[in-house]
């Protein structure tokens, strides 16, 4: 529940995705035992909420964010100056390239580089979730930054 707290700061949100990973992950062990269930409900966790951003980014739904009203007329200004339609457009489609690139990967490798890039969580810490050598972790992180790179080459 913290994990989706952090993330969406919405609690019935939270609630809701905390009991969908609790759905999936008895449904996945009525097939198969689960050997390191911490890391498998963070990888569940991981990919409902990957999801989730998905369909939001697809169905076009608006994401808002609290501002202080203080700010807002810097900001609205700083917005009308500095995103032209072309600007917005070229952020979409590099946005975009670099999901299909992440999608691109295994899965323990994106995962791993999300967690790291992105949720900002320390190599040591990743390394025990999964029950792997920190080196490892670093190889998958740049395993992905190299995918990227020259992935953006490519494109």
């Known amino acids: 529940m913290r994990f989706f ?29 689960i050997e390191k269930a911490s890391a498998f409900v963070f990888s569940v966790a991981t990919n409902l909420l990957r999801d989730q951003r998905r369909n939001a980014v697809r169905s076009g739904e608006p994401v808002f964010l609290p501002i202080d009203e203080a700010l807002a007329s810097e900001l609205e200004s700083q917005l009308q100056e500095d995103f032209s339609p072309e600007r917005v457009l070229l952020s979409r489609d590099t946005l975009a390239d670099a999901l299909s690139l992440l999608d691109e990967l295994g899965e323990r490798t994106r995962d791993i580089f999300i967690l790291f890039r992105i949720e900002n969580m320390k190599q040591k810490d990743i390394a025990a979730l999964y029950g792997i050598a920190q080196s490892t972790v670093e190889k998958h992180v740049l395993k992905a930054v190299l995918h990227l790179a020259t992935g953006c080459k490519r494109r």
């Open 5 to 33: 707290l952090r993330r969406l700061q919405n609690t019935s949100e939270a609630e809701d995705m905390t009991q969908e990973v609790l759905l999936r992950v008895i449904a996945a062990s009525k097939l198969r035992p």
